[in-house]
């Protein structure tokens, strides 16, 4: 079993940074790729950045060039840097992390989850 828990929301001015973790603990070898997901008020839950186990992203396309995805196998440990953040950006944050190796767009395909963490960007 493996549990995952974030760190790091809180709340920022537009134009502001902050940076997420989430610690993973348990049975470190039922961990390849990992994600960040997040849900907005009335929304669904989206990928916001996905990365394998070797170093491979992927991201949304709305925080391209703003958010970067990063993890630390040795730490356990996976984060998410999210620089000039917009109104828009506030959700629950949630980490996510999955058996297979590839990353994947679905919610339900990944196995694992946080119990999320909420970060709101004021105008």
């Known amino acids: 079993q493996v549990q995952l828990v974030e760190s790091g929301g809180g709340l920022v001015q537009a134009g502001g940074s902050l940076r997420l973790s989430c610690a993973a603990s348990?049975?470190?070898?039922?961990?390849?790729?990992m994600g960040w997901f997040r849900r907005a008020p009335g929304k669904q839950r989206e990928l916001v950045a996905a990365?394998?186990?070797?170093?491979?992203?992927n991201y949304a396309d709305s925080v391209k060039g703003r958010f970067t995805i990063s993890r630390d196998n040795a730490k356990n440990t996976l984060y998410l840097q999210m620089n000039s953040l917009k109104p828009e950006d506030t959700a629950v944050y949630y980490c996510s992390a999955r058996v297979v190796v590839s990353t994947t767009l679905v919610p339900n395909e990944y196995d694992y989850w946080g119990q999320g963490t909420q970060v709101t960007v004021s105008s």
């Open positions: 990365i394998t186990n070797g170093g491979r992203t």
């Open positions: 348990g049975n470190r070898f039922a961990i390849n790729a």
